[in-house]
């Protein structure tokens, strides 16, 4: 089935696999006449790059993007923007023992169960890597939104048991620590754990939020195309994603009423909404507030302790991964996030251009 | 925007408002051949009914579907099946004195921005009777999947700080209890809770849980119509949700690789996994383990004590809201999550019917 | 599948057999704030009720809608609008006879390969009568283009071998003759015309043009939704319609490039072509010409005189079909394929609003 | 907008320019376990390449492809399939010269109104290289098709004034006539007639039939997504195509309907039509007969004579178009043709997969 796209106008098509030629995407619906290069997706894509640090596998991938159409004299021309990186550090040896097992926490079995075989290599579609796509897509569309004074922001909440203090939280922390927290104690601390568990050869798991200013009240479609289910079917479409969370998220289940709605009220003249545990949309639809994400992200399922599981035969086995893998993924994820909400917001905001007579009308002028 | 359909091939069509003539549904590429009668879907609809029981809104609704097309001699014909329910309890008087004002927690406000107006009685189109033509087309969907052996089973899992207790789990109790708790102890206790809560004037929320049973592994598409992403959409897109979990969630987060990955072993002659913490899903394909999934639900915004908030004209205000409204929201969406589940399910059993060559062999011999 | 939906922003989706309940249409992502009433849908539904006069089938259909949702004080709100078109002139009698045996040129055999049985009524989803949703959700459109200038007008070009004479076309005409041809002389020879084939137990074909002035430049996306392939489409779509045209169409394929070429020059200060051979349409783009289509329309496969076909049980037999049939379907089809081009061009309209920056800034200004 | 997407299950995106870095193809939903390999699509691209005799432009494109991803052990994965081919031959000098002129019957002016400006090197996104990709992905629909006993086979049925004889119909000269003609003597008539066309700097149209053998009965979804109304727009969609007939098309306007309809028959057991005129398609479903289309193409829009024309000023001038140009597009876009038929053909028996409720129970059994 075609589960490669996602978006009704910004629509962005991914392919590849992690031991193949290459990776990419094809961004349609970008709007015509936004200036853009290499380096705006290249800065991305070096976001989530491994081999920065020690908590990161080491394998180096230069994950270069090269844009082959869209764009003409530096700006977007409405037509497809077509993105390529070329896999260069496949070593393919390291992956051969597990062509015929499935490994725990791995979708080794379920491709096999849908399509009757699978490309093995280093997780094939399934691996990490099918994110670079995404990634590159949403460097553009973070762009894009920009230019309509929407900022995103995501960062990594926690990793294991060490969450961020809010009391502690800077932003700029987020760009400079290795975990991707926006509190350099906290981090600390995390760096700490997952040294504890590279040493047991165990892996770790952890939060990644998200947080998106400036968004005009009034996007989002009502019962289907709400912003929050878009928003919740973007992050759990990432790999190792479990748990979506818009606003206050789980604690709302045990709040009364009384406590969980924001009250509106009147700031320099304009509406707005005196707490938000609503997370920015009310109805599935922006309310102008912040808007805030968090994702709930497993630990990695890649661990080099043995672990008990089945071969394609049908035979019980032990197997002990070897490779190079992350001890965890959520820094890695933590670009991810963002380029996933920025896809989905600026695909609803495009949407939303014809929802009403008047923003037609200020289109269309007779 | 065209936000009011869901799904590929099994695909549905909603519409209706609160105080309107009528909501419904149209299901189209519901498969051929299919005994199917009003009763299948009346007693889908009968379980979200109001004024049941005290801790639902006295509000009577006879909420009778009607279908118009798409069935002949008893049997679905392919052909769209359309399906009418009558509003015939609105009293549009009750609502009159929230036209102009904003209800905090409700979509008000939003729509209002987004349409330049809204129809407020009852909260139009955002109001909870929307879930209507979901229930009816959910009914279809559950009755196709259980001619493949699939079973869908929501419940209440909590409400506020009364939580259901596995040892005295009883399936049957869902079905009895006031609370849609299948726990008889747990229910007595909640509703306990809920009458505090209206004798207070406010509200409570709850969290649904649904587990789904004789899942064939292979369903769901990899990268953006995984069908933990898809379902975590459904889900999110139910009004009052704010948190989705797939299997273990957000539990995840805080554990280690060697505990959270599920073992392959073998269980008469079959592949299974020998513990469930991914809840039936790995890389976004059913492993042919039991589906679980989980449905935040937030307190019911509409409480009878005083809240600020402001009207249309900028206003600071002080409302209190009158009418009929449910204390929690929880026992009457269950249905409503156990709905949504199905009908994504069926669309991605159907999407997979051409996933690989053997399988369309198996339907095109030549 | 969801055959039954049409559309990305302006969305439809019909539904409805010819003896069933009933018929309708559910048309969402209509812009918020048109005013809108059932009587701007019933005048579109007008133009196709057979009965009104000899060459067109006695049968009477009051065909009388009722809008179910999506307006609210006379405006429409952005919410889905339901409508509902009772059957009342059904006599299932007439159809007993055909249930098991196929009729020529006819969709009987292709339905019960395809689903495995059919409703048999009246053609069930495959008879002209589907065309009801059509029209409502053809009515709607027309309404919103009108406030953009846009206007569609549709007429009988030619039945069997009478076609209209461009000397004598009169606009008027075409709502006032009973085969809607702009020249009534031309009607005058085709109604003699159609006299005969009843009287010969046969029926005739015909083609339908339709114009469309004020169409602004730039509506329609390259590749695969260009305005004249989901024109094509959209007209392709109609029962008996087995070729489209547009522009000058067949006549192209012998045309020198040199005379089929539309030279631009300059009027009235603005770009405009010396010629119109394109027929409004250049790459897929409108170029704010006139865009003109054509329609072949087949005869009406439903003929009185004894015909060869073979039943289900795979006997060989002759049928003679009873009933009541219109001799030409032409007339009738006309208002279909204005409401086809109504939507189409709208659903181009509002998904070109997101097409380049400055459109969406106007918009949205910070 | 996302136009350059298309297909429901079978789902392609086609992007690049004529002189940008290259263009190419992401084809999704291609069931797993197709024997593919390179040589598969390469064969087809061949059928277009330019240069190839003195009919069409020298110049020489290598038009190589690379399969970037999706095949493994030279079988597809169900992975999209990515597929690049590099521009080589760009001669960007040639068409320095329109960059600030509306040539006329190209899309210069219509992709300047809609996107504010274009990529103007060769026609970017609007030039014929754009269907380098629909070949492509027609390869890979054609030989899934060919596993199900379907075949199909275009040619060219006329150029300007030269038609093929059906007296002479020989299926080979297809493949070796420089016009594609299935009749040599016809192509010999053409040929000097093209020359003529060349001698004197100007263009010529023609038509393309597409000939569909082994469509099993029931492909198609009746009201919108009927298998004739997504071939018309399928083919529409194709550059230069102003006009599309299925069967006998244009000529069933002045037929009756005794002598349209097709009766059914009883040939060795399984029933048949006695004639064709309907082309396969009854009700936008495959009736089981040789599926038959035709594409009108206009003339060659570049041709060397002057023409008036205004440029981005709004200034009238007189334009002389240079560069490489054929005078007849027909002969390189029958395999155009043949692949978009291909890939809709495919689309529709994927969807048709989940029909009626029998197909399904062949493919999950329990």
């Not at 169960?113 to 890597?129: A, E, L, P, T, W």
């Amino acid at each position: 089935m075609a589960g490669s796209s996602l978006g009704i106008i910004y629509r962005i098509t991914t392919w590849g696999e992690s031991h193949g030629a290459g990776l990419g995407v094809v961004v349609d619906g970008c709007p015509a006449g936004l200036p853009l290069a290499e380096n705006d997706i290249q800065s991305y894509l070096d976001r989530r790059k491994p081999g920065q640090n020690r908590i990161s596998t080491p394998r180096k991938e230069a994950d270069a993007v090269e844009i082959l159409s869209g764009i003409f004299e530096g700006k977007t021309t409405g037509a497809p923007i077509s993105m390529l990186i070329r896999n260069t550090s496949q070593r393919s040896g390291d992956y051969g023992e597990i062509a015929a097992s499935y490994r725990p926490g791995h979708a080794d079995y379920t491709f096999d169960r849908k399509y009757g075989f699978r490309d093995y290599r280093g997780g094939g579609r399934s691996s990490g890597r099918e994110t670079i796509g995404r990634v590159a897509a949403g460097a553009i569309a973070a762009k894009v939104l920009r230019e309509f004074g929407i900022e995103l922001f995501a960062y990594t909440r926690s990793i294991g048991p060490v969450t961020i203090d809010p009391e502690h939280f800077e932003r700029a922390a987020a760009a400079e620590t290795p975990t991707c927290m926006p509190d350099r104690d906290a981090s600390a601390l995390a760096e700490r754990f997952l040294s504890d568990c590279m040493r047991s050869y165990d892996s770790a798991g952890g939060v990644i939020e998200c947080v998106i200013d400036g968004v005009p009240a009034g996007l989002g479609d009502p019962v289907f195309e709400k912003l929050d289910a878009n928003l919740a079917k973007a992050l759990m479409s990432i790999g190792a994603v479990k748990a979506v969370e818009i606003g206050d998220g789980i604690e709302v289940s045990t709040r009364h009423g009384s406590a969980n709605n924001d009250a509106f009220r009147i700031q320099d003249g304009r509406i707005v909404k005196a707490t938000n545990h609503a997370g920015g949309i009310l109805g599935g639809i922006s309310d102008g507030s912040q808007i805030v994400l968090r994702a709930h992200v497993k630990p990695t399922p890649s661990i080099f302790s043995p672990q008990d599981t089945v071969n394609r035969d049908g035979e019980e086995i032990s197997i002990s991964i070897k490779g190079r893998h992350d001890p965890v993924i959520v820094p890695r994820a933590v670009v991810v996030v963002e380029s996933m909400a920025a896809i989905t917001l600026l695909d609803a905001l495009l949407v939303n251009a014809g929802a009403k007579m008047d923003s037609l009308k200020a289109i269309y002028k007779n």
